[in-house]
């Protein structure tokens, strides 16, 4: 019996250990943590010791205070003698950054080393993390360890768009807490764009009394919402008093995340324009704009104009006497130039000038505000097309067209922060589009926003420097609510935030996954709503020498896939996946994931794959497709996968280019119909060709015309439209084919983009 109990307690000794041992589940992953036996445990004698002399560093003690009772009903004492202590010390060489701090967790005490007070702040965010998520009766405990802590880049942002939907100042204060909790210290807020005014501005009343109202269209998909009429009651909107800016301000400071907000300029003014018509270049009077409907509605500032300029000065003056920030963020993207070019006032400011091009007119403009913004010392941001026609001297570049504008700036000594569409759009879906609510468009998962690196491969080494770091962005054409909010930012807010603090060498996706478990219990403790997209089935093709095979991949390494291929709904007992599946026919994949026998997909993932002789297929391109747009590779027309609603999974982006493609069928064969899927995404800019040119040949230099099918789709549609154009033929001897759609070239009159370049995407060229 003596001997039995001494092995229960080597047993029970042993496992008090390795459970010591354990790392917590902190996100972003610390630089460098070091596990040691024991724990520091909170009890109602425990004392911060601090500088209570440091105004900054008390407040950040009464926020740790607050947090800890929240959660334990314990009231830390503060600077008391005796029991157990958290000593919070400045060092500055703790760490080569502000915002670093070193922790080190005993028995009976917690030592906190920082440069200032950010540091400590983040410390506390770390031990925030050992915590229950919700007021418990659990106790309160640290893990004993060691932790030198650091972020990776000083620039880590999240930005939110409320001109689109007003977002209540809880909601607001919600982003801001995710984002403070996993050390985000950027929130770039959207304040004014066409639909929406949101910051009061005392010296122009009416961009809050007009420009943030418009009559509610809410039962309407965003691009097809029809305009505003006369006699309609704008009832939707709503906008921030100076005073509940400035309280969100002082709430954002003491969670160490800095306000950058935007002010729209010279386009998405309408709102502007709506309030005050002499902004624009006509002058006519125009109601609010209720969505994306751009017909006959001025968008832009005149650029001519000098009593813009006043206003336009005005309006920052009383924007930086709110928001204490370096930046301040000016737009500067998808500006409508075609007024400017029929405007007396544009031209002769042109003329005056010298300038040649409508764009370096932007670049005046730009250059001009910057220079008011410089006198104020501050410093302007805006959006990469404010490299067109040359960059004001001392802007800092935001790249979201992909990373092109990122690395021209940083080229040029130019500051910068990279905030691609792919991943780091937040607005697109992270799953599906299967049981998904409706996004904007695109794909970015869980595990590609984890997987992003700021520093892009063609920038040099020697302009790293110039790289502040990366955000990922909100729109919110989609999004009305807090819970639409919470959904497409959690759990993606988590991967950015370790993509941007912890080193590149230290990141570990396995790892990742089993950390944020602790978060997502969290999150439903707390009733947040978050994605579980990281629980949906991604259906890759796989096609090579006319055979097709579908793979199947899930980010969740513990997950197992079962799958259907009759177009049944799969559950726990389908086939289980193993290997790719081979395809001999048309068929619809569904397939879900499965933990402990359970079915956690939301709803299966579906694809339609389409066996034709063209499978496998070799294509070549007369304009190779965008890279942002390349779907699974360069023979994405020939892999037998159908595109649906999200862009990135299955299509091939032309950008103001025709496609022309041509396909090797490897031999000769007949066929007796061909077919390819194209897209319409109006607001997205993705227009339909006008039409499609079939045409075979035996030996691939001469080819036969067999026949062309014109659109039949209006061009202003603003309907989400996959439309396959599609011929019956009769050809012998056939081994090449080839498809010319082509490309209405620039977006139409009346389009947000007009005169800009227009998308032509294409999914599938089906030979049969």
């Excluded at 502000?98 to 030592?111: A, C, F, H, M, P």
């Excluded at 569904?590 to 933990?595: D, E, N, Y």
């Amino acid at each position: 019996m003596k001997q039995l109990s001494i092995i229960v307690l080597t047993t029970l000794c042993l496992s008090s250990s390795l459970f010591a041992q354990q790392k917590p589940s902190i996100i972003p992953q610390p630089v460098r943590m070091e596990m040691s036996e024991g724990f520091f445990q909170v009890d109602k004698q425990t004392s911060l010791k601090f500088n209570a002399a440091d105004p900054q560093v008390k407040s950040v003690m009464q926020y740790f205070t607050n947090r800890v009772k929240e959660l334990s009903g314990i009231a830390l004492l503060q600077n008391a003698g005796g029991g157990k202590q958290i000593r919070f010390s400045i060092d500055k060489n703790s760490s080569s950054s502000s915002e670093g701090y070193v922790l080190d967790v005993q028995k009976n005490v917690i030592d906190v080393k920082a440069e200032d007070s950010k540091g400590f702040f983040y410390a506390i965010q770390s031990l925030l993390q050992t915590f229950p998520q919700v007021r418990t009766n659990a106790i309160l405990q640290v893990p004993c360890m060691h932790v030198e802590d650091e972020p990776r880049f000083k620039w880590r942002g999240m930005m939110l768009d409320v001109s689109r939907h007003f977002a209540p100042i809880e909601t607001v204060k919600e982003y801001i807490d995710l984002m403070a909790m996993y050390k985000l210290n950027t929130l770039h807020w959207h304040l004014t764009d066409d639909p929406g005014w949101r910051i009061e501005i005392k010296k122009y009343p009416k961009l809050t009394q007009v420009g943030a109202w418009r009559v509610d269209q809410n039962d309407k998909i965003w691009g097809s919402r029809p305009q505003a009429k006369p006699g309609e009651t704008p009832t939707y909107g709503g906008f921030y008093t100076q005073d509940e800016l400035k309280e969100v301000v002082k709430y954002a400071q003491l969670r160490n995340v800095t306000i950058v907000p935007e002010i729209e300029m010279p386009g998405h003014s309408a709102a502007a324009v709506a309030s005050y018509p002499w902004l624009s270049c006509k002058q006519i009077p125009q109601l609010p704009m209720t969505g994306g409907n751009y017909t006959n509605m001025a968008s832009n500032y005149c650029a001519g104009n000098d009593s813009v300029f006043t206003f336009l000065q005005d309006v920052l003056k009383e924007v930086m006497a709110i928001f204490p920030s370096t930046y301040i963020h000016v737009g500067g993207d998808e500006v409508d130039k075609g007024p400017w070019k029929q405007c007396a006032k544009c031209q002769s400011r042109m003329k005056a000038n010298g300038l040649k091009t409508e764009e370096e007119l932007q670049s005046y403009l730009i250059t001009r505000m910057e220079k008011f913004i410089n006198k104020n010392h501050r410093r302007m941001i805006g959006w990469d097309e404010i490299l067109e026609g040359g960059l004001a001297p001392e802007a800092t570049v935001m790249s979201w067209r992909g990373e092109a504008g990122g690395i021209e700036a940083a080229k040029m000594n130019h500051n910068v922060v990279m905030t691609p569409g792919t991943p780091l759009y937040f607005d697109h879906y992270q799953a599906g589009p299967e049981g998904e609510p409706l996004a904007f468009g695109g794909f970015n998962t869980l595990k590609m926003v984890y997987d992003y690196n700021a520093y892009p491969k063609e920038l040099p080494a020697d302009k790293q420097q110039f790289v502040l770091g990366a955000q990922a962005n909100l729109w919110t054409e989609m999004i009305s609510t807090r819970a639409g909010i919470e959904y497409m930012v959690l759990p993606r807010m988590l991967a950015l935030g370790e993509t941007l603090w912890t080193p590149a060498e230290k990141k570990n996706w396995i790892d990742f996954t089993q950390r944020i478990k602790y978060h997502y219990r969290g999150f439903e403790l707390k009733g947040y709503n978050y994605s579980k997209g990281n629980f949906a089935v991604d259906i890759n093709p796989v096609s090579k020498d006319g055979k097709l095979w579908v793979e199947l991949k899930i980010e969740d390494p513990e997950l197992e896939i079962r799958y259907t291929t009759d177009g049944s709904f799969p559950t726990a007992n389908s086939l289980k996946y193993e290997a790719p599946v081979s395809i001999n026919s048309s068929v619809v994949v569904k397939a879900v994931a499965v933990k402990y026998g359970r079915v956690m997909s939301n709803q299966p993932a579906e694809q339609i794959v389409v066996m034709h002789k063209g499978v496998g297929s070799n294509v070549q391109y007369a304009f190779k497709p965008a890279n942002s747009y390349m779907a699974a590779g360069m023979n994405s027309l020939t892999d037998g996968i159908r595109g649906k609603s999200a862009l990135n999974k299955s299509w091939h982006g032309f950008e103001s280019n025709d496609l022309i493609a041509t396909i090797d069928l490897g031999k000769s064969t007949s066929i007796h119909k061909l077919s390819i899927g194209c897209l319409q995404q109006y607001g997205s800019w993705i227009f339909l060709p006008s039409d499609v040119v079939f045409e075979v040949s035996t030996d691939g230099v001469n080819f036969t015309k067999v026949s062309v099918v014109k659109n039949d789709v209006d061009v202003n549609s603003r309907e989400n439209i996959i439309k396959e154009f599609s011929s019956k033929i009769n050809a012998d001897n056939v081994r090449y084919v080839r498809v010319t759609a082509h490309s209405v070239k620039t977006c139409p009159a009346g389009h947000p983009g007009e005169g800009k370049n227009a998308w032509l995407f294409a999914d599938e060229i089906v030979v049969e």
